[in-house]
C-alpha cells in the first residue's frame, strides 16, 4: 500500500512518531543559568556553592567588595567550578551602596559609602558622572579577581545592573576592554515581543538601556549574551517554579537566566533586602522538578 493510500489515523500517527523522534534526536539548547551575588555573605556563598555541586547552575558571579570574599572562598569556588562540567565564573561589578569603593579617590560617595542605586542611575542620566572614575574603580574590582583567581574573569556583569547606567558603561567597558577583553558582558534586553513586555516598565527600561550597552559592547570588540531572563517583583514571595517556566519560554541558545539563590544570615540581612526569595529560589533549582523542567525544555546547563 502506498502512503497516498494510507488512512488518516496510520498518516497522523507516523506524523506523530517522526515529531517525538525529531524532538528525542534535536540537540539540547544550552542556556546560561548564572547566580549572582558570590561574596555577599556565607550563605549566599553556601547556597551557590551547594547548587553547582549538584549541576544547577553554570555560572555564578562574585563580588569582590564584600565581607565574604577571600582567598578561602575564592578557593572553594573553584574547586567546585573545576568540577562542573563548564561552570564559568563572572566579576559581579558592584558601584552601589552599602558598599565601598576599592578605589582611594572614587566619587561621588555618601558616607565614605558608593550612592545608593538610585541616585547612582540618576547621576549618569544627567551626566553627571565621571566614567574615567567609573573605569578605575572597575579596573581595580577587575585586578582583585585577578589577585583571588589568578585570570581574569569569564565575564563581566554588575550588581542592580550598574553595567548598564549612562555613563557607568563607559568605564565598564573601557575596563573589560583593557583588562579582560576576552570576557563576555552581559545586557538585560529580554527576548520576548513587545505585548508581553508592556507590562513590566521596570523590564522596558533595562531593555532600552541594553540597546545602548550593546551597541557600544559591539564597538568595543566584546561579545554578549543573545536575550536575557530572570527579573521579577521581589517584594514578595514567588511561584518561583511558574517564573522559571516563563523565563526559559522562547530563550534562544546562549540565552542567560539571572537568579540569586542564598541561605539567610545576620551578614546578608544587614547588606541586602533580598532574603527569603534567595532561598525559595535554591530550594526550586535544588528540586527535581527543575530537573524535570530543564528536560521538558530540552534545555541543558552542561
Known amino acids: 500500500m502506498s502512503e497516498a493510500e494510507l488512512p488518516d489515523s496510520r498518516l497522523a500517527s507516523r506524523e506523530t512518531r517522526q515529531v517525538m523522534t525529531n524532538v528525542k534526536s534535536a540537540p539540547a539548547k544550552r542556556i546560561w543559568l548564572c547566580a549572582d551575588d558570590y561574596g555577599i555573605s556565607p550563605g549566599v556563598n553556601s547556597a551557590i556553592l551547594d547548587l553547582i555541586g549538584r549541576g544547577r547552575l553554570n555560572a ?20 567546585a567550578a573545576a568540577k562542573s562540567p563548564r561552570c564559568a565564573i563572572g566579576l559581579h561589578v558592584t558601584l552601589t551602596a552599602p558598599f565601598r569603593p576599592l578605589a582611594m579617590h572614587f566619587r561621588p560617595l555618601r558616607d565614605e559609602l558608593f550612592l545608593p542605586f538610585g541616585k547612582l542611575l540618576r547621576a549618569g542620566m544627567l551626566r553627571r558622572l565621571d566614567p574615567e572614575i567609573i573605569h578605575v574603580e572597575v579596573s581595580m574590582q577587575l585586578a582583585a579577581f585577578h589577585d583571588l583567581f589568578g585570570r581574569a574573569p569569564d565575564f563581566v556583569d554588575g550588581h542592580q545592573h550598574v553595567q548598564l547606567y549612562p555613563q557607568v558603561r563607559d568605564g565598564v567597558l573601557a575596563a573589560v576592554q583593557e583588562k579582560a577583553p576576552k570576557a563576555w558582558v552581559r545586557q538585560a534586553k529580554r527576548n520576548q515581543p513587545l505585548s508581553q513586555r508592556l507590562g513590566s516598565p521596570k523590564a522596558l527600561f533595562l531593555d532600552h538601556l541594553s540597546t545602548a550597552f550593546r551597541h557600544r559592547a559591539t564597538r568595543a570588540g566584546l561579545s554578549h549574551n543573545p536575550a536575557f531572563a530572570g527579573a521579577y517583583d521581589y517584594s514578595r514571595i514567588p511561584d518561583y517554579g511558574r517564573l522559571m517556566a516563563e523565563f526559559l519560554d522562547g530563550l534562544p541558545e546562549g540565552g542567560l537566566v539571572m537568579c540569586h539563590p542564598g541561605f539567610v544570615d545576620e551578614v546578608l540581612v544587614s547588606l541586602d533586602p533580598l532574603t527569603r526569595v534567595r532561598e525559595v529560589e535554591h ?20
Open 60 to 79: 555564578t558571579s562574585v563580588m569582590m567588595v564584600t565581607p565574604a570574599i577571600g582567598r578561602e572562598d575564592a578557593a572553594r569556588l573553584k574547586d
Open 283 to 302: 530550594a526550586y533549582l535544588a528540586s527535581d522538578a527543575f530537573e524535570a523542567l530543564l528536560a521538558a525544555n530540552n534545555v541543558t546547563l552542561s
